[in-house]
Nanobody, 118 residues
Framework: QVQLVESGGGLVQPGGSLRLSCAVS????????MGWYRQAPGKQRELVAT???????NYVDSVKGRFTISRDNAKKTVYLQMNTLKPEDTAVYYC????????????WGQGTQVTVSS
């Protein structure tokens, strides 16, 4: 059974930094993408950043230059370094693992709250 456990959320002042981690347990193969999504109150869940098995990354425009996604394949862990945080970054952040083959599978973490406020 695959499980994703996020950590690192919390309350931070505008301009501050947080680092989110997501550790995966269970068998997920070797070819998979990992990502972070977020959902603010009253809004749809949106993609924040993804990183594929070749370490190519993709970011939503609003976080480019401020957030960095990385992964440690040996630990089956994905990270999101968030710098220069803004109040509009406030949301529940969800970790995702996407397995493209032989069958498309998506796994999600339970979410971790990030609140940016003075």
């Amino acid at each position: 059974q695959v499980q994703l456990v996020e950590s690192g959320g919390g309350l931070v002042q505008p301009g501050g930094s947080l680092r989110l981690s997501c550790a995966v347990s269970g068998s997920i193969g070797v070819i998979y993408a990992m990502g972070w999504y977020r959902q603010a109150p009253g809004k749809q869940r949106e993609l924040v950043a993804t990183i594929n098995s070749g370490s190519s990354t993709n970011y939503v425009d609003s976080v480019k230059g401020r957030f960095t996604i990385s992964r440690d394949n040996a630990k089956k862990t994905v990270y999101l370094q968030m710098n220069t945080l803004k109040p509009e970054d406030t949301a529940v952040y969800y970790c995702n693992v996407h397995i493209p083959a032989p069958k498309v599978l998506n796994y999600w973490g339970q979410g971790t709250q990030v609140t940016v406020s003075s």
